[in-house]
């Protein structure tokens, strides 16, 4: 892949932009703190997620529709994207930061076990699903921010799957009314609940609250073991990354406040907590903890081997860019966004 292969006008980057101001908002705010050399390429990342993500939920009845988004996966890394915004955004992503194809494939994956309407009986299970769909975010955000460390990329992927356990228990009710359940069916029958029985009558039960309970008790387990990694991370970046981290776990918080009950109402952090919140960990993250040391969640072993056997791999023959060298082109980048006319 050449640069000349992925032209990029300044005009994909405030489509991105807009794309993740209306969809993650939580997202959004904690981005506000990144470095813009990593910001711009963190957006292009958010945008493909979400575009990926709804190409398979508004096209459920189209048998064709993961492979369709499979083969633009493929036209990405063959250096060719499609004519669409988020595609060449990608490209450009993964060429420049040297993002295995592992770590998207992974993702494409959890789309594709969401299409299946995939059960999940276990807890293990249930993270293997979280990797797919938020440890690989987790694991192409560190190596944007030019992470190698293997225990620190583990951390990254494990607070991928935090975050994603407090979606889960907070859409518990929205997920359900529209046919999904992601809570660990074996923990429902331990409950005394029968998933299926539950799932044809979505209603809120102490019974339940409990099971959502343990939930939001592993994913703070998990924002603990993976927000030591933010010492890994470049200083400039570790405020937008505990940030992020906090306002998910802030929104496990609010579903506790609620009694568990995520199935009458969808738990929101407001604007002035999310500011409180932001200021705090911009300073807490100038104290970081040591990057912890412990062996990957399981689930997650795969995206940190990924990320080791990329270290040096070629993608179409381009080596990726050292980091001087991304922080050079990041910089003339944005120059050539702030010139009306000029295309990258």
């Not at 390429?41 to 508004?58: K, N, Q, T």
């Not at 991928?160 to 660990?184: F, K, S």
């Not at 539950?198 to 603990?224: K, M, N, S």
Request: hydrophobic content about 45%; proline content about 6%.
């Amino acid at each position: 892949m050449s640069d000349q292969a992925t032209p990029m006008p300044g005009i994909d980057l405030a489509a991105c932009e807009e794309l993740m101001r209306g969809g993650s908002k939580s997202f959004f705010a904690a981005s506000s703190l990144l470095p813009q050399r990593v910001r711009m390429p963190a957006i292009a990342l958010y945008a493909f997620c979400r575009v990926a993500d709804d190409a398979i939920d508004e096209h459920a009845d189209d048998p064709l529709a993961m492979q369709k988004l499979q083969k633009r996966l493929e036209a990405i890394y063959d250096g060719q994207p499609k004519e669409i915004v988020e595609d060449r955004a990608m490209a450009m992503v993964a060429q420049r930061y040297g993002l295995p194809r592992e770590l998207p494939e992974a993702l494409l994956e959890g789309f594709a076990w969401d299409a299946a309407g995939r059960h999940y009986d276990t807890l293990e299970d249930l993270h293997h699903y979280c990797a797919r769909v938020a440890g690989s975010v987790g694991a192409m955000m560190a190596m944007i921010m030019g992470i190698t460390n293997p225990h620190a990329l583990a951390r990254a992927c494990e607070l991928g799957n935090a975050m994603q356990l407090t979606n889960i228990a907070r859409d518990v009710g929205e997920d359900a009314r529209n046919g999904r359940l992601y809570l660990p069916r074996s923990w429902m029958r331990q409950a005394g609940i029968d998933p299926y029985t539950w799932l044809a009558d979505p209603q809120f039960t102490p019974a339940l609250g409990d099971v959502v309970g343990r939930l939001l008790l592993e994913a703070d387990r998990l924002y603990q073991r993976g927000s030591s990694g933010i010492a890994a991370l470049p200083r400039d970046c570790r405020g937008a990354i505990l940030a992020a981290s906090t306002i998910y776990a802030e929104i496990g918080r609010v579903i506790a406040e609620r009694q568990m009950n995520s199935i009458d109402g969808r738990a929101v952090v407001g604007n002035t907590r999310k500011l409180t919140l932001l200021c705090i960990a911009k300073a807490r993250a100038q104290l970081p903890t040591r990057c912890g040391s412990e062996a990957p969640l399981p689930a997650v072993q795969f995206l940190v081997d990924a990320c080791a056997l990329a270290g040096e791999r070629k993608i179409n023959g381009i080596t990726p860019k050292s980091f001087d060298e991304r922080c050079e082109w990041v910089i003339d980048l944005f120059e050539r966004l702030s010139t009306p006319g000029r295309q990258v």
